[in-house]
Each structure stands twice: as structure tokens, then as C-alpha cells.
């Protein structure tokens, strides 16, 4: 019966791979990858001739039995495009239903953009919250963001290139002017890690054009007292923004740390005054 390894590769300098990865990868009877040529340039580098199979997003369901009988008749090594398999990239799934199924599952430690983009932040690194990539739908981004408004650990997400300006946009305006520090093209020729305010980055980014994939390191939230006007305007905020009252209530009785009830009786007097104001209006 064979062993599923789980092997990271790097996120670019080819030099950041382990001795125990390079060894894996000969040893394994195949090499399940997410980009297969990506993936030969780093195999051709170490002169490694295990055979490959792609596995990516849109094939990863269909590919499982394959790989399934694969791990039947020896061991097989998970490798994604870049980093750890699994971390925003498949690998779920095949992980599942190997355990499932009995096989071992061995982690084979290495290159992460997420660690290594945080421990260079100069932000707090004794928790953070992984976000993994931003949705790319703006409603759908704002709610994740509208989410975490209260998080006091670091933030941490992906985004590409081309919704780095817009993202960042987003982020201001729901969670405010906090430290940032922004990674593109870790370990790599071009590495840069821009440190500063969101907005500070954000004109940047507005005059330069973006390159690379990136990593945001977001400081958390600082500790705020919630008082009957702020939990007001945050609830006037929601509404303007299309979330339903019940949802309101439910969204800012987390983030304010107070009941319900409390938050309720608010909610209401806000919609109370809304009626008071049309039935005031001329007709």
C-alpha cells in the first residue's frame, strides 16, 4: 500500500527545495502535478525522471480514481504550481480520499508564500488569519472583508495582478487606513515587499503598473469601544450596502460584542426615524 506525500516546492528561486523533497520525488512511482510544466523545469533542473500526471482544479475529480490506483501499486507525491499542495490550490480531495481509503498521508514541509511573506511584514506574526485568495466578484469580496472587520489577528490573502488596485480600494473603505505590508513575486528576481498604509500602497499602485502575484499582510483590528453611535452608523453602513435588517442586527451584535436584544432595539429606532421622515415629507 502506498504513501501519499504532500511535497511543497518553491514559489520561485528553483534553490528553495528540501533534500528530503528532491529525494521523495525520484523515490515516488508518480508525480501528481498542478502544472505539469511548471513543474518539468524544476524536475529537468534536478534531473529527476518520475513520471507525471496533471491534477488541477478543473480535472482533480476526475483524475482521483487514477491516482487512487496509483497509490495502489506504490507512492505517489502531490506537488501544486508553487508552495504547499493543498494551501489555495488542490489537493483537498485527493488528501481526503486517500485517508479515507487507509493510505498514509506524509507532509513534506517547505517554501510558503503565506510564512514567508508574513515573518517579512514587520507585523504581528503570533496569529494571523489565513483568507487564502480574495473572491473576485466585488460584493462577494466586500462581504469576506466585511467579515474580519472585527479580526485582531494579522490578515493574510492572495490576490492577482490585475484586482490588486481594486482590492486594496475595498479594503480601505470597509476596514479602514491599517499598516500593509504587500509581497509580490516572493524569492523571486523582481521580489518587493512595500510597507506602509493601505492607502499609501494603493496611490502607488494607481501610478504603477501592478506585476506579479501578490501577498497582503493586513494589520489586524485595534481594540474599539462600541458605543450607541457607532453601532448606529454600522448599521446605517449595512443598509446602504443591501445587507437585510435580521442579518444587520446579527453582523453587529458579533462585532460590538452586545446582545441581540440590545443591538434590536437600535436597529429599530433606525427604522422608526426612516418612517418618521417620509410621512414628514411634502406631497
Request: hydrophobic share 40%.
Amino acid at each position: 500500500m502506498g504513501t501519499l506525500y504532500l511535497v511543497a516546492t518553491p514559489i520561485g528561486n528553483l534553490e528553495d527545495i528540501t533534500l528530503r523533497a528532491l529525494r521523495i520525488l525520484k523515490q515516488v512511482a508518480l508525480i501528481a502535478a498542478e502544472d505539469t510544466r511548471r513543474t518539468k523545469i524544476l524536475l529537468d533542473h534536478y534531473q529527476i525522471k518520475t513520471p507525471m500526471t496533471s491534477y488541477f482544479e478543473h480535472n482533480k475529480l476526475t483524475k482521483l480514481p487514477r491516482i487512487m490506483q496509483a497509490l495502489q501499486e506504490g507512492d505517489v507525491a502531490l506537488v501544486s504550481e508553487a508552495g504547499m499542495p493543498g494551501i489555495s490550490d488542490p489537493g483537498y480531495e485527493l488528501v481526503k480520499a486517500a485517508l479515507d481509503a487507509g493510505y498514509a498521508v506524509v507532509p513534506l514541509p517547505g517554501p510558503s508564500a503565506v510564512t514567508a511573506a508574513l515573518a517579512a511584514s514587520g507585523l504581528p506574526t503570533d496569529s494571523f488569519l489565513f483568507l487564502g485568495f480574495l473572491p473576485r466578484k466585488k460584493g462577494e469580496r466586500r462581504q469576506v472583508l466585511q467579515s474580519v472587520v472585527a479580526e485582531s489577528h494579522t490578515l493574510v490573502a492572495f490576490e492577482a495582478p490585475h484586482r490588486i488596485v481594486e482590492s486594496l480600494g475595498d479594503i480601505v473603505d470597509i476596514l479602514g487606513d491599517r499598516k500593509i505590508a504587500l509581497a509580490r513575486e516572493v524569492t523571486k528576481i523582481h521580489e518587493e515587499i512595500q510597507r506602509g498604509t493601505v492607502s499609501k500602497i494603493l496611490a502607488y499602485f494607481q501610478r504603477t503598473e501592478p506585476r506579479g502575484e501578490f501577498t497582503i499582510i493586513l494589520a489586524g483590528a485595534e481594540p474599539q469601544a462600541w458605543d450607541a453611535e457607532r453601532i448606529r452608523h454600522r448599521i446605517i453602513q449595512l443598509q446602504e450596502e443591501g445587507v437585510a435588517g435580521g442579518e444587520a442586527v446579527r453582523q453587529v451584535s458579533r462585532l460590538a460584542g452586545k446582545s441581540r436584544n440590545e443591538i434590536y432595539k437600535i436597529w429599530l429606532s433606525i427604522k422608526q426615524g426612516n418612517r418618521k421622515e417620509k410621512s414628514d415629507r411634502p406631497r
